[in-house]
């Protein structure tokens, strides 16, 4: 089984390849906080400029295949008779105590 790096481990590498870039006459450019990384900052962003340059889609109803695929469904079976709920009830006597079950729909 393969054995991943730990973070100490991918620390240490990242740490060893920016000596290397340093030591080898690279160099470090600083930006000053808040700067863009946009070309033109005179103009505010706007949907065409990100990206977005196609105009909005227009989206197709679906409501008649909806109810098509509907119609054709097979209907619900609808149950033949509905059971009565039948439950049990206890009767008291004028005292409060249980005289006997009866059962009652």
Excluded: C
């Excluded at 080898?24 to 000053?32: D, L």
């Excluded at 808040?34 to 679906?62: H, M, Q, V, W, Y």
């Amino acid at each position: 089984m393969k054995k991943l790096p730990s973070k100490a481990d991918i620390r240490a590498d990242l740490d060893a390849q920016i000596n290397a870039y340093l030591d080898g006459g690279g160099q470090v450019n600083h930006v000053q906080r808040g700067l863009s990384g946009r070309i033109d900052t005179s103009k505010p962003l706007s949907a065409n400029s990100i990206g977005f340059e196609k105009p909005k889609d227009t989206r197709t109803s679906l409501g008649n295949v909806v109810s098509e695929i509907e119609a054709r469904r097979s209907p619900a079976k609808e149950p033949a008779s509905i059971k009565k709920r039948v439950r049990k009830k206890i009767i008291y006597d004028d005292f409060g105590e249980p005289l006997r079950w009866v059962w009652e729909e």
